[in-house]
């Protein structure tokens, strides 16, 4: 759910205005069967002035987010996590094949599957002929979702240069 000011989610100030709406409903239920009715307006005005006012303090409550919370937000901090994630990945491309299946394969195939258009499950032939122009018959198989080895994980995995050379050709789509 997506935050609001004060820590609140929007659920919870759809939970509140629903309860007024039924409020004022209420009321002018109730109203309708007085046998004088020109207080209908006024009670359901007073009704809806009292849910709005509820809204408002809801809103603008003074409890804060947690302090975990507070940080996320920091510039710094995103930058010091997507520094520590491109090193992850740096590592991941430098080490053995079965990291690069584990780790690599999926989020590459999944790029280039946003950056096409093109989804495995739809047409994997059209997916196959598209990683190949894109790519090339050397880079295609270190993206290409159905080439994970299950045995011989052991082997060295293609490196920096060809993590590198596969990006560069996903920024171009």
Known sequence: M???SGGRERSDVGRLMAVGLCLVIGVELYALFLPDRRFVLWGSGVVVAVVLLAVRWFLVDPIGPAPAESN???PGESLRRWMSQTEALIRRSESTRADWDRHLRPRLAREFQMATGQRQA???AALQATGLMLFGAEL???VDPENIVRTGGREPGPGRAVLD???QRLERV
Do not use: M, N, P, V
Request: net charge negative.
């Open 165 to 167: 050379e596969i990006l």
């Open 72 to 74: 996320s937000d920091d």
């Open 140 to 142: 295609w198989q270190w």
């Open 2 to 4: 997506k935050k609001l």
């Open 122 to 124: 739809k047409d994997s």
